[in-house]
């Protein structure tokens, strides 16, 4: 089993609708988490960090649920500069490692 | 600041040639990071440092060394390239303070193509 696991995807949604990425981890040693954002052939890029209160960062909503070990992402009235591939990430250790689930990519259509 | 830099972009190796992966930061971070990226997957960690001086291997390790004399320069050493070494290869740093939210700044990446 991955440490990490997103949505297979592909998601293809048009301009303006509202999308939601999930995410499980298997680690419980996990100790913070995140979502990076991956343009094509560039490097990932971080959209935010989750925390189990909850956050939001004007369009964008992240969730924790440290029990089930699920994150989750929400994306409103998504826009054409949304398509990316986006990265559920989990850090752990004293070295704050990085483990990266495979992404899920997201194209917002006209 | 020009943050994480990574030389080169790109890079076609023979088989068995060796190569060195270049990677500098100008952030004063303690810690950084190797990772390489197959096409559609996630990244994977292959070696990290703590310090100048210090380095660990991470999930895929093989084929690959390190070194880290100074705190800017965190070079990736590739001794016998092989086919399976295709990958983007991305480079890391954080400075290892307290705060739970700090995360990682990438370099742009090298493209390693070996035939």
């Known amino acids: 089993r991955k440490e990490v696991e997103q949505d297979p995807g592909p998601f293809n949604v048009p301009e303006g609708a509202t999308v939601a990425f999930n995410c499980t981890y298997s680690n419980s040693a996990s100790q913070s988490f995140f979502w990076y954002r991956q343009d094509c052939r560039k490097e990932p890029k971080l959209l935010m960090s989750?925390?189990?209160s909850g956050n939001e960062d004007g369009r964008f909503t992240a969730q924790l649920n440290r029990a089930s070990q699920y994150i989750s992402l929400l994306i409103r009235d998504s826009k054409l500069s949304d398509s990316a591939t986006y990265l559920c990430?989990?850090?752990?250790?004293?070295?704050?490692?990085?483990?990266f689930g495979s992404g899920t990519q997201l194209t917002v259509l006209p | 600041n020009a943050g994480v830099t990574q030389t080169p972009k790109f890079r076609i190796l023979k088989i068995g040639q060796s190569m060195t992966l270049q990677c500098a930061q100008d952030m004063n971070h303690n810690y950084m990071y190797w990772y390489r990226q197959d096409p559609g997957m996630g990244l994977k960690l292959i070696y990290y440092s703590v310090g100048a001086g210090i380095t660990d291997k991470g999930e895929v390790p093989n084929g690959y060394n390190v070194s880290r004399s100074t705190t800017e320069d965190f070079p990736l050493r590739l001794e016998l390239a092989a086919p399976s070494q295709t990958s983007v290869y991305f480079c890391?740093?954080?400075?290892?303070?307290?705060?739970?939210?700090?995360?990682?700044?990438f370099g742009p990446g090298t493209r390693l193509l070996v035939l």
């Open positions: 890391a740093s954080i400075n290892g303070g307290q705060d739970p939210g700090e995360t990682q700044y």
């Open positions: 990430v989990v850090r752990k250790g004293s070295a704050r490692q990085l483990t």
């Open positions: 989750v925390y189990s």
